[in-house]
T-cell receptor, first 112, second 110 residues
Framework: EPEVTQTPSHQVTQMGQEVILRCVPI?????FYWYRQILGQKVEFLVS????????KSEIFDDQFSVERPDGSNFTLKIRSTKLEDSAMYFC??????????FGPGTRLTVL | GQSLEQPSEVTAVEGAIVQINCTYQ??????LSWYQQHDGGAPTFLSY????GLEETGRFSSFLSRSDSYGYLLLQELQMKDSASYFC???????????FGTGTSLTVIP
């Protein structure tokens, strides 16, 4: 069964450093997403990506964040200058544009 | 802004039925989804309602009333493995994005 994959599973970084989180969505899906979840809290929408461009982003997705689909399979989230409050689980998801999204296992980002 | 409210915790007995409610206030609305999340895991899709009424998928059913901005997830024949967090999520356009509720932690007891 196809699945969304994410790497790394855990990333530790120093405050102010750049990180890139990687995702491989399900191959025939058209919409790609990044969400984050701070420990014990709800899942928060960051950005959706369709037809090689951002289709929607939340207030959280400010200038320090960027997304890219560098080739036909990978989908990345870059955080330019990490802050302590960026520590969270970051989930990638993909969908065919229906009410069902498929989530990856997540990357736990720890900013020290 | 987006606001989706759910009860924070629910406890129910194995074999019983439990209902988890969701009320929402969102700027746009194209449907309501439900996701299950076990500790440390990813959200997994359970059910989706675009129109008013009840959708049934095995032991899980979901209901939507768009006029009341309200939905619920019904879990029947509860099993211990159903202990998890449950999130409602409103689907919106143009990005087909989802805004998640506050989440309900369900504990199933013997």
């Amino acid at each position: 069964e196809p699945e969304v994959t994410q790497t790394p599973s855990h990333q530790v970084t120093q405050m102010g450093q750049e990180v890139i989180l990687r995702c491989v969505p399900i191959s025939n899906h058209l919409y790609f997403y990044w969400y984050r979840q701070i420990l014990g809290q709800k899942v928060e929408f960051l950005v959706s990506f369709y037809n090689n461009e951002i289709s929607e982003k939340s207030e959280i997705f400010d200038d320090q964040f960027s997304v890219e689909r560098p080739d036909g399979s990978n989908f990345t989230l870059k955080i330019r200058s990490t802050k302590l409050e960026d520590s969270a689980m970051y989930f990638c998801a993909s969908s065919e544009g229906t009410g069902e999204q498929f989530f990856g296992p997540g990357t736990r980002l720890t900013v020290l | 802004g987006q606001s989706l409210e759910q009860p924070s915790e629910v406890t129910a007995v194995e074999g019983a039925i439990v209902q988890i409610n969701c009320t929402y206030q969102t700027s746009g609305f194209y449907g309501l989804s439900w996701y299950q999340q076990h500790d440390g895991g990813a959200p997994t899709f359970l059910s989706y309602n675009a129109l008013d009424g009840l959708e049934e998928t095995g032991r899980f059913s979901s209901f939507l009333s768009r006029s009341d901005s309200y939905g619920y997830l019904l879990l029947q024949e509860l099993q211990m493995k159903d202990s998890a967090s449950y999130f409602c999520a409103v689907r919106d356009l143009p990005g087909n994005q989802f805004y998640f509720g506050t989440g309900t932690s369900l504990t199933v007891i013997p």
